[in-house]
């Protein structure tokens, strides 16, 4: 099993860059919060995306348009070290049929998230 540490990661840009490159660690990015995925992608093992759906959703502030987060997927999705991007789902106690888990930018690296 691959573990993910959720970014964005405290300190000063020069202890992240030392933590990340330490060549072992895997890192998951949301994308409310994208500020280490330029030395994530650079330099750890692999990454993953995350649409940040639940925590809009927390904040009372539920996302609609699903347009940039499927852009800003596309942009990494054929990076070296994309693993997969968690596609967006609908909070409390919702199955995914299997039509809904395509994200439509065209990638196979996608992973449905199924809540129960």
Known sequence: MI????T???????SVARFVSSGTRH????????????VVA???CGFCLDNGAFSAW???KPITDWEPYYRW???WALHPR???AIIPDK?????RTREETVIPIGSTNSLPLRMI
Do not use: C, N, W
Not at 91 to 95: F, G, L, P, Q, R
């Open 91 to 95: 909070s409390a106690h919702y199955i």
């Open 82 to 84: 994309f693993a997969f």
């Open 73 to 75: 997927v596309s942009q």
């Open 27 to 38: 890192f998951l990015v949301p994308f409310m919060r994208q500020e280490d995925l330029p």
């Open 3 to 6: 573990h993910y540490h959720g």
């Open 8 to 14: 964005p990661l405290g300190g000063t840009r020069e």
């Open 42 to 44: 650079e330099a750890s």
């Open 58 to 60: 927390k904040s009372g």
